[in-house]
């Protein structure tokens, strides 16, 4: 169980904030909608707030019945998901709505957890370690960044590419799954936070240490600093940023 759970969500921009944190007394599930590109036709007539929230109702309604794997959790949400669209959503287009998913929930003395995309998972470990668990097959497609549209999405959701949760339930068995034990706190990042250490230079033991210390308002602060400060590294100047942390109680 988590003794406590905090979190902070800020939208990068003017724009409804893709992001979506939920909880229950035992998991935390961290989710980042994937923003359309400009000019491109995702197929749906449902946008990507939509689509996150719904998903995030899904996965909170899976993890509140459900003892199986976090992988068959995910893969029960994304079908639900896809039963409430219309019949007018082509869901076989591969820039239809999707999100990024870091989950995690905690069993008899250990904290599994499945990352989908590039949200990752950091573990405080009792004795003082720091573990990250993360999905970088988005860092690995071919010809290095900066990609162009058509190739990110003929590679979204297809072997040898990246997965993301949106209109293919088999993306669920593609996330990065395990489970540690000895935690005393875990925190769940979009990566609007994470380029904390991806672009600004902190080490994952710095986030701990400022998600436990200083809490996850805190880290976002860090993060619009930085950003105005020193600019991105790529892409857009702000991200929507959501941070949480959760503190492990005794299990």
Not at 147 to 158: C, D, K
Not at 169 to 180: D, F, K, T, Y
């Amino acid at each position: 169980m988590f003794a406590e759970v905090a979190h902070a969500s800020r939208p990068g921009s003017e724009r409804p904030n893709e992001d979506l944190m939920i909880a229950g007394p035992s998991w935390i599930v961290v989710l980042d909608g994937a923003t359309a590109a400009t000019g491109v036709d995702s197929g749906c007539v449902h946008d990507v707030p939509w689509l996150v929230a719904r998903l995030g109702g899904a996965l909170a309604a899976e993890l509140s019945r459900s003892e199986t794997s976090l992988s068959g959790i995910l893969e029960a949400a994304i079908e639900t998901v896809i039963a409430a669209h219309s019949d007018a959503c082509d869901l076989g287009n591969p820039d239809s709505p999707s999100a990024t998913v870091a989950m995690v929930r905690s069993v008899e003395g250990r904290v599994e957890y499945l990352v989908l995309g590039d949200s990752p998972v950091v573990f405080a470990l009792a004795d003082g370690g720091v573990r990250v668990v993360s999905d970088d097959r988005l860092e690995g497609l071919p010809g290095g960044r900066p990609y162009t549209v058509e190739l990110v999405r003929r590679m979204r959701n297809a072997p040898g590419g990246f997965w993301v949760a949106g209109s293919r339930p088999e993306a669920a068995r593609q996330g990065v799954c395990g489970a540690v034990t000895d935690v005393r706190g875990v925190g769940l990042l979009t990566d609007g936070v994470s380029r904390l250490v991806e672009w600004y230079g902190w080490s994952w033991s710095d986030l701990v240490a400022a998600l436990e210390g200083k809490g996850p308002e805190a880290v976002i602060r860090a993060v619009r600093e930085l950003e105005r400060t020193r600019g991105p590294v790529r892409g857009k100047r702000h991200d929507d940023a959501t941070a949480a942390w959760g503190r492990v109680g005794h299990m």
